[in-house]
């Protein structure tokens, strides 16, 4: 089973940049997308952003439209999230998951009940 690592999160003041990135532990090739979301303390989970691993399309939430970009590298498993202009808005704990997302129905799906999300990282948006 592929499990899924995040990193690159951090404290970062607004306006700032971070990177995000997505190792998968296996071959995704069985799968057809990732998708990245975000949960604010009090807040539920929403999706962000969203890429095809067969085609390489994309979609992004509203908030995160000219901001964030989502990339892959096949080759080394990978999907990124570059974050750019960021806010105090998008502080969150941001965790990445296989086929939860579809980028040309631009929908992300509801996670059953009790679905392993790891550990994610914790973007901090603060002056």
């Known amino acids: 089973q592929v499990q899924l690592a995040e990193s690159g999160g951090g404290l970062v003041q607004p306006g700032g940049s971070l990177r995000l990135s997505c190792a998968a532990s296996?071959?995704?090739?069985?799968?057809?997308?990732i998708g990245w979301f975000r949960q604010a303390p009090g807040k539920e989970r929403e999706g962000v952003s969203c890429?095809?691993?067969?085609?390489?399309?994309?979609s992004y939430a509203d908030s995160v439209k000219g901001r964030f970009t989502i990339s892959r590298d096949n080759s080394e498993n990978t999907v990124y999230l570059q974050m750019n202009s960021l806010k105090a808005e998008d502080t969150a704990a941001y965790s990445c998951?296989?086929?939860?997302?579809?980028?040309?129905?631009?929908?992300?799906?509801?996670?059953?009940?009790?679905?392993?999300w790891g550990q994610g990282t914790q973007v901090t948006v603060s002056s």
């Open positions: 998951a296989l086929d939860l997302c579809d980028p040309r129905l631009q929908i992300y799906y509801k996670a059953i009940d009790g679905y392993y």
């Open positions: 890429i095809s691993l067969r085609d390489g399309s994309t």
């Open positions: 296996g071959s995704t090739l069985d799968y057809y997308a």
